[in-house]
């Protein structure tokens, strides 16, 4: 029985954010939100999560769940910005960042969080994208 690779896989967050913060002039992008949250909503906050389903395919690709909260103003300006979010992740597919390929990104879902009055977050109109990106692994060394 012939041994498998090891590979390692890009740390997903990590490609998202890079593309995001390339793409977006204006809000905080990150993989937490910010200390000054509520200052940071009024320009939009987008944190990217590695969210459950990873599934490795012949030892070589990775597909993985990003759950990317966008959080904003108001509704109209969270909606806004997570189609912008989508749009920038999806067009990535097939090329190389930081030394990551990306072979292909998905949409999932969309979700629209309505407020609750114990959230964390309950003064915040929040959209929750969640996508699926497809990322070649690398042998370890």
């Known amino acids: 029985m012939t041994q498998p690779p ?18 977006l002039a204006g809000p905080t992008v990150g993989t937490e939100w910010p200390d000054s949250l509520l200052q940071a909503v ?4 987008v944190s990217v999560t590695r969210g459950g389903g990873a599934v490795v395919q012949r030892y070589v690709l990775e597909d993985v769940t990003l759950d990317i909260d ?3 103003a108001d509704k109209g300006q ?10 920038h ?14 072979y292909s990104v998905a949409d999932v879902s969309l979700i629209w969080l309505p407020y609750e009055p114990d959230a964390e977050t309950a003064l915040i109109p929040r959209y929750v994208l969640v ?8 042998p370890a060394t």
Request: charged share 20%.
């Open 78 to 87: 969270a909606h806004d910005l997570a189609q912008l979010v989508r749009a």
């Open 6 to 23: 090891v590979v390692v896989f890009p740390d997903a967050e990590l490609v998202a954010v890079t593309i995001l913060r390339t793409a």
């Open 42 to 45: 009024k320009a939009g906050v």
């Open 131 to 138: 996508m699926q990106m497809r990322l070649r692994g690398r």
């Open 89 to 102: 992740l999806r067009a990535a597919a097939g090329t190389t960042v930081d030394g990551a390929q990306i």
């Open 70 to 72: 966008i959080l904003a």
